[in-house]
């Protein structure tokens, strides 16, 4: 019983550090094209609910719930109380690490 705690453990760490790193893998400056193509269109002016780029008392809640929910709810979308994200912000062509990069590059703006 102790090894399969002590491998738990392990897989524990193993997965921690590696959420941590990929979540460091998104780039901010290469996330700007993706949000001036794909992502102003909501995030400039509110649609849909959309929180403002640079709003940051809107942008405070959603932060805090970490880069990586962030980024998943921005992949497969989103519906909430105060509007919604469609998968990829609609635009089915990207991938998710350019996602993950727009949305660090509108979490840097925005903090």
């Known amino acids: 019983m102790s090894r399969f705690i002590s491998a738990a453990f392990c ?3 193993i997965f921690s550090i590696s959420s941590v ?5 998104y780039n901010p400056a290469a996330g700007k094209s993706v949000y001036e193509t ?3 269109t909501c995030h400039k002016d509110g649609i849909m609910g959309a929180p403002k780029v640079g709003d940051k008392a809107v942008w ?4 805090a719930q970490g880069e990586a929910m962030l980024v998943s709810k921005s992949i ?3 519906t909430g109380k105060k509007g919604m994200m469609p998968a990829k912000g609609g635009n ?3 991938t998710d690490t350019q996602v993950g ?3 660090a590059y509108m979490v840097k703006l925005s903090k």
């Open 11 to 13: 897989a524990l760490f």
């Open 21 to 25: 790193e990929a979540s460091a893998a």
């Open 38 to 40: 794909s992502c102003t």
């Open 60 to 63: 405070a809640p959603r932060i």
């Open 76 to 78: 497969k979308g989103f």
């Open 92 to 94: 089915p062509k990207l």
């Open 101 to 103: 990069n727009a949305v």
